[in-house]
């Protein structure tokens, strides 16, 4: 009965063109992760063949991701307008206290910049209905822009021990700045992944505790002038909806008849 919590995340890293693989922080078998990867350009083909290492999907398939989708044909969230980059977001759980691994093939030029997450206490169903949320379950929104200023993407739940969560992706070696002048929470940095190697990107996440239903909007970052985008959810906790309680039902009153 807990709202998630956050544990290690490891180091970012970046990689272009070809077989790429990145690793998350040790951790502890059931915890859920989730693989945070910019690829800047948007070109078909640079985020194929995903595979991975003391990890499995959702559903419990051994060495896979469960791919949170995005607008985009390859499941995808637009970065840019018009769009110039793309975010990829996976999610499963860990097998194993080993750092698991998520790989895949390149067959662009472009470049990928990556963080690996990792939370306790998430609900442990099979589905994404069941792990995150947005005004639905199973959902999740995006924002995308060209700019200095970055809007953050609302986030609604839909009941109590949630943690909201916007993931940033520039295209620019510029980490957008704390949100400010949101409302129904407080976004707060997690981690945050910037690189100038190569033709330069930054990956970053902001959370914030949900204790009760409710949306989380209105925060602004800045960044230098660049193509963004912003993707948002929640991680749904393991506390168990209160029961109504038993109904009572009024049994019918007793009818008299009056014989004549």
């Not at 957008?176 to 190569?198: I, Q, R």
Request: net charge negative; no cysteine; glycine share 14%.
């Amino acid at each position: 009965m807990a709202a998630p919590t956050r544990g290690s995340a490891a180091a970012g890293a970046t990689d272009a063109g070809g077989a790429w693989t990145f690793t998350g922080a040790s951790t502890a078998a059931g915890r859920v992760h989730i693989a945070h990867i910019l690829q800047d350009g948007n070109t078909n083909g640079a985020v194929s063949s995903v595979v991975g290492t003391n990890i499995e999907n959702l559903v419990g398939t051994d060495a896979v991701w469960t791919q949170i989708p995005g607008a985009n044909a390859d499941g995808s969230h637009v970065v840019g307008s018009p769009a110039a980059a793309r975010q990829f977001l996976y999610i499963g759980r860990a097998l194993s206290s080993s750092a698991p691994t998520i790989s895949g093939a390149n067959s662009t030029s472009e470049d990928l910049y990556a963080l690996l997450y990792q939370w306790l206490d998430v609900n442990t169903g099979t589905t994404l209905s069941a792990v995150i949320e947005n005004g639905s379950a199973g959902t999740a929104l995006s924002a995308a822009g060209t700019g200095t200023a970055v809007a953050d993407q609302d986030v609604t739940t839909l009941g109590a021990d949630r943690l909201a969560l916007n993931f940033y992706g520039v295209n620019l070696n510029s980490v957008p700045t704390d949100p400010s002048g949101e409302s129904g929470g407080t976004w707060v940095l997690d981690n945050f992944f910037s690189s100038a190697t190569g033709t330069d990107g930054s990956v970053s996440l902001y959370d914030a505790a949900m204790p009760s239903a409710g949306t989380i909007d209105g925060g602004t970052s800045t960044i230098t002038s660049a193509s963004w985008g912003v993707v948002g959810f929640a991680l749904i906790g393991t506390t168990v909806a209160a029961s109504p309680g038993p109904v009572w039902k009024r049994k019918p009153a007793h009818r008299f008849m009056t014989l004549r």
